[in-house]
T-cell receptor
Framework: DQQVKQNSPSLSVQEGRISILNCDYT??????FLWYKKYPAEGPTFLIS?????DKNEDGRFTVFLNKSAKHLSLHIVPSQPGDSAVYFC???????????FGTGTKLQVIP | GAGVSQSPRYKVAKRGQDVALRCDPI?????LFWYQQALGQGPEFLTY????????KSGLPSDRFFAERPEGSVSTLKIQRTQQEDSAVYLC?????????????FGPGTRLTVL
């Protein structure tokens, strides 16, 4: 039972354009959502998070949007840079507990 | 070092061997997590420690998997009688407090290959 789903395994975007990575979840208990970025042979690195009481959180070039009614969140990267090329994992937790459930990841390639 | 470290980085085991994977969390971090990441998948939760107490081991796939953190710092994940399906990257993460919604800092992982 995949509670956090990233339906696009890969995405290619031209440098300078917007990258939009999508994520859907099924568990209504989730109330905190995170995006992690992973380079090969390294562990995931925290990128940005959002609580369910918000619908948007912004940090520099990165913005996460949350649509609770649709159980959907997205990560926008503007403008995209070649160094953003990595695998991006959507993750969720809930119930005041630190256990995190990850999606399967989306591999982003930013083309110079 | 400032980050989470794991050793060994790579481990090759023959089926049936026992293995032990080590995690050194960031100094002072209360919470420690183990995850298993199969090829092409996201990390999957295995177990969680708060200091030396193992509060959740619901993700351990079988009784061949055992984790400990006896002094509340370094942790070891042990897999007995390894099977081919145990081949994966094992990730360790730590976070500063026991409060929910704290960022988890990940180590580089140990890639286990069972032949």
């Amino acid at each position: 039972d995949q509670q956090v789903k990233q339906n696009s395994p890969s995405l290619s975007v031209q440098e300078g354009r917007i990258s939009i990575l999508n994520c859907d979840y099924t568990n209504s208990m989730f109330d905190y959502f995170l995006w992690y970025k992973k380079y090969p042979a390294e562990g995931p690195t925290f990128l940005i998070s959002i609580s369910s009481i918000k619908d948007k959180n912004e940090d520099g070039r990165f913005t996460v949007f949350l649509n609770k009614s649709a159980k959907h969140l997205s990560l926008h990267i503007v403008p995209s840079q070649p160094g953003d090329s990595a695998v991006y994992f959507c993750a969720a937790s809930g119930g005041g507990y630190q256990k995190v459930t990850f999606g399967t990841g989306t591999k982003l390639q930013v083309i110079p | 070092g400032a980050g989470v470290s794991q050793s060994p980085r790579y481990k090759v085991a023959k089926r049936g061997q026992d293995v032990a994977l080590r995690c050194d969390p960031i100094s002072g971090h209360v919470s420690l997590f183990w995850y298993q990441q199969a090829l092409g998948q996201g990390p999957e939760f295995l177990t969680y420690f708060q200091n030396e107490a193992q509060l959740d081991k619901s993700g351990l796939p079988s009784d061949r998997f055992f984790a400990e953190r006896p002094e509340g710092s370094v942790s070891t994940l042990k897999i007995q009688r390894t099977q081919q399906e145990d081949s994966a990257v094992y990730l360790c993460a730590s976070s500063f407090s026991r409060a929910a919604y704290n960022e988890q800092f990940f180590g580089p992982g140990t890639r286990l290959t069972v032949l």
